[in-house]
């Protein structure tokens, strides 16, 4: 281990001059604002630069201020996010514009300690905008941050385990200390990003070689370290398109289940990967009328879960709503969809359930 003061200064210095040199032209980097760094360290939760940097675009042209977000219908905020997945990040983003217009008069907060109490906003976001945005020395520590500062000083023990975890915290608080927060906090970000990256980190022109335990012990790859595996589930489901020539059928998903309140075909769920019985789709939704196709759409890969879709296109005699929404073929776009079903109609007729050409 590598924790001498003068060697984490050392190493911090290497960092920020390396950052100062490589940054990416980022917008919320040209102009910093509190919204928009806010805004961005939230989009790109989960979400990579390159996939978050339209979200961002849209986001700050339909809502420019904070104000403009807290004032948005939810609907509106969710269809922008459509896409980016893990729903609750946009309602709680949602919630938070709500916040700091309601309890602070508009006014973004400017202490971690303030900052933290945001709907959506962890320690880690927390440190990343009293940091940047407000100068605070809040170490940030996400999977950049924990893959660095493993590597360099030698952290075999699994990262997912709170002892290590703590230790990675105390030396990346003791690399920021008398830095320049902003600059160390992004630096490091970006330097794990960029130069330390999981499978093709750039040993060979990287300015903290000299000082790199992993590096020198050949051991760039077997660090971090995760004890845990996670479980992943396989879900089966079945989309039924019903069209009457003039509607479509859909429906609002619960509170209890990914996609949260997000709107879908009415959904029939099995166990295994089986075709449902054409009785049993017009049963269950009392239809009547013809399949005329059932395709499969591609796995969909969640955090835990894998799903296998299916989707019934149903001819049927004319729709009444009881528990579903009527909505017309142009009105469909106008809903907040997953991904998954929103794909399929990029590549499927939506009528006819035909591939697109
Ligand atoms: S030498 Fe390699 S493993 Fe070590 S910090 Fe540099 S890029 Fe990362």
């Not at 500062?149 to 608080?173: M, N, W, Y």
């Not at 070689?209 to 590096?215: E, G, L, R």
């Not at 239809?287 to 969909?300: A, E, M, P, T």
């Not at 709503?321 to 991904?339: D, I, N, Q, W």
């Amino acid at each position: 281990m590598n924790d001498s003061s003068l060697g984490t200064h050392v190493i911090s210095r290497l960092l920020i001059d390396w950052y100062k040199a490589n940054k990416r032209e980022l917008p919320w980097r040209t102009e910093v604002s509190a919204y928009r760094t806010w805004l961005s360290e939230i989009i790109l939760q989960q979400t990579r630069v390159e996939q978050g940097l339209p979200y961002f675009g849209r986001f700050i042209e339909a809502f420019p201020t904070i104000e403009d977000l807290a004032t948005a219908p939810e609907d509106r905020v969710l269809k922008l996010w459509q896409g980016l997945g893990y729903y609750s990040r946009a309602r709680n983003l949602h919630k938070a514009a709500k916040m700091v217009v309601d309890t602070y008069g508009g006014q973004f907060p400017s202490s971690y300690e303030e900052i933290i109490g945001l709907p959506g906003v962890g320690p880690y976001t927390a440190a990343a905008i009293a940091s940047i945005v407000f100068g605070e020395e809040k170490a940030v520590v996400d999977g950049n941050v924990i893959r660095v500062i493993s590597r360099v000083f030698g952290i075999t023990e699994p990262v997912d385990q709170t002892a290590t975890r703590k230790q990675i915290e105390a030396l990346s608080a003791l690399l920021i200390a008398g830095q320049d927060p902003s600059d160390f906090n992004q630096g490091i970000m970006e330097f794990g990003a960029l130069q330390c990256t999981p499978k093709q980190a750039d040993c060979s022109s990287c300015p903290i070689q000299n000082h790199c335990w992993a590096y020198a012990n050949d051991a760039v790859y077997d660090i971090p370290l995760k004890s845990k595996k996670v479980k992943r589930r396989s879900r089966y489901l079945h989309f039924i398109v019903a069209n009457d020539g003039k509607n479509f059928l859909l429906e609002q998903r619960g509170d209890d289940d990914i996609w949260r309140g997000l709107y879908q075909f009415p959904l029939i769920e099995t166990d295994g990967d089986v075709e449902l019985a054409i009785d049993e789709v017009f049963s269950s939704l009392k239809l009547d009328g013809k399949v005329l196709r059932v395709n499969k759409s591609s796995k969909h890969v969640l955090s835990h879960q894998d799903l296998f879709a299916r989707f019934y296109h149903v001819e049927s005699g004319a729709l009444t709503a009881e528990k579903y929404l009527l909505v017309s073929g142009a009105e469909l776009h106008t809903f907040a969809l997953p991904r998954l079903i929103d794909r399929y109609l990029e590549n499927y007729d939506l009528r006819t359930g035909k591939k697109r050409h």
